[in-house]
């Protein structure tokens, strides 16, 4: 079949020409056109060294003469090329951002191959030299780079620290012994253990501590170990590699401990890690190193660690369920929070603080207690501390319609009430005469435990695996108590 006139153009290009045909005559054409349209162009051999350059490129880079610049390493005449890249990988660079001085020149990056394949150089082009040409590619990145800001401005916020040490309400002895205590663990960078029961405020004096400290600026990453299912909590703590599990992100996963990183990590619940990993964690602790799940490489940390347990250690450390070298590592200093029922003097100031805070939370008016109310809390032994505190004053504040609530208001929110007559003091079936000065019960109790101790080591004449034989405690929670007392 003939073919028409006016399928044939000056270069012989036939329609159903052969590939073969194609290259030999497209491939000059298309090289001529892209250095006549881009603002310069540079080749460089397989060992990177510039093969030629033509004068548009020259000029714009200040060469008088293109030809002194042959043979030179291409980082010589552009020090932030990356032709040798393309080079050394055969993999071309389709757009990249190259600077040069003040200026910044959009360019494309290709490899050179001969007929066989083989790779024998670069080419690099500038196709502007001026980002305007790209303005709403780079407008998208701007709002895109505006929009990470003020996301990475939110996470942190959110991982700064609320509370003060002056937050843990109360000026009883107990109270403000614990406040001096915390005040002076934030001057140290020691690893601090918070020791009470649930609902005595260990985070919030964690948080305090961190606020207090010189890491202060730095992340407060807080954690509840007991509220990890225990097959993630490897990964949830020291992170994960790309692909570490199947189900798992393609792209690494920072963990607890990479995100604290230059701040405090609170391990609330540290009693319940699992044995298997307790050996990583004290390797973490003691190294200020972590290796991600899934990976053979370790990284560097900046982070100091404040754990907070209500269960007792020593009597887990006996029992074989946590590691004892652990256990040491996190009893550097120790801080024991008292429970409600050792302060009770503190209770009319923190209902108070309590009450105000629901109010503003729930915008409606403070609730305010009438005197046998507020006898009747202070009667309650409180094995929720203050969160069941908070829980009872929330539900007082939701029923209340108006005016101060009383007893008989009260009385129905709490479970098994104990009356305000039957006060530890006023049960006893024998009166006893008053002290002439009547100490804080904290204080009583903690000069009771102190002699106590005193007793069984004289009766043991010092041996202490005995004396705390005698008096029924573990061997290490013998050495807490007689850290704690100054013995």
Request: with cysteine; net charge neutral; charged share 25%.
């Amino acid at each position: 079949m003939p073919i028409a006139s006016e399928d044939l153009d000056q270069h012989g290009l036939i329609i159903g020409v052969s590939p073969e045909r194609f290259r030999e005559v497209a491939m000059p054409l298309l090289f001529d056109h892209l250095d006549a349209q881009c603002e310069g162009t540079i080749a460089v051999n397989r060992q990177a060294r510039i093969v030629w350059i033509n004068d548009k490129y020259a000029a714009k880079v200040g060469i008088t003469d293109p030809r002194s610049v042959l043979g030179k390493e291409i980082e010589e005449v552009l020090p932030a090329s990356r032709l040798r890249e393309v080079v050394q990988s055969g993999q071309p660079s389709m757009l990249d951002l190259m600077a040069f001085g003040d200026e910044h020149f959009v360019v494309t990056r290709i490899p050179l191959r001969d007929a066989d394949g083989t790779l024998v150089g670069a080419l690099g082009f500038v196709l502007f030299d001026r980002a305007r040409h790209l303005q709403p590619l780079m407008a998208k990145y701007n709002q895109l780079q505006t929009q990470l800001a003020a996301t990475q401005r939110e996470l942190a916020k959110a991982r700064r620290a609320r509370y003060t040490i002056a937050g843990f309400i109360g000026t009883s002895a107990a109270a403000s012994e614990v406040k001096r205590q915390a005040r002076r663990a934030a001057q140290l960078d020691a690893t601090v253990l918070l020791r009470g029961e649930t609902g005595t405020g260990k985070e919030l004096l964690a948080q305090g501590i961190h606020n207090l400290s010189l890491r202060a600026n730095g992340p407060f990453v807080a954690v509840n170990v007991a509220a990890i299912p225990e097959s993630l909590v490897e990964a949830e703590l020291f992170g994960t590699a790309p692909g570490a599990f199947t189900g798992a992100e393609r792209r690494a996963r920072a963990g607890k401990f990479e995100l604290a990183d230059g701040g405090t990590l609170f391990l609330d619940e540290i009693g319940d890690l699992p044995l298997p990993l307790q050996a990583k964690m004290l390797r973490v602790l003691q190294e200020q190193e972590v290796e991600p799940l899934g990976s053979n490489q370790v990284k560097a940390l900046n982070v100091r660690v404040i754990a907070a347990t209500h269960v007792d250690l020593e009597a887990k450390v006996a029992a074989g369920q946590f590691r004892e070298d652990l256990y040491y590592r996190l009893n550097v200093l120790t801080l024991r929070l008292p429970p409600l029922r050792e302060r009770r003097e503190d209770l009319p100031a923190l209902i108070e603080h309590l009450l105000d805070d629901i109010a503003n939370r729930s915008s409606q008016p403070p609730l305010e207690l009438a005197d046998d109310a507020l006898q009747l809390l202070q009667a309650q032994p409180w094995p929720g501390n203050v969160r069941e505190l908070r829980n009872l004053l929330e539900r007082a504040q939701m029923s209340s319609d108006s005016g101060p609530l009383g007893t008989r208001a009260i009385r129905p929110l709490l479970v098994d009430p104990v009356p305000a007559a039957s006060a530890p003091a006023a049960a006893l079936a024998t009166p006893v005469e008053p002290p002439r000065e009547v100490r804080p019960l904290s204080e009583s109790l903690a000069a009771a435990e102190r002699q106590a101790i005193l007793a069984a080591l004289a009766a043991c004449n010092g041996n202490r695996t005995q004396a705390a034989e005698r008096l029924g405690i573990a061997r290490a929670s013998l050495y807490n108590k007689l850290q704690v007392h100054g013995l």
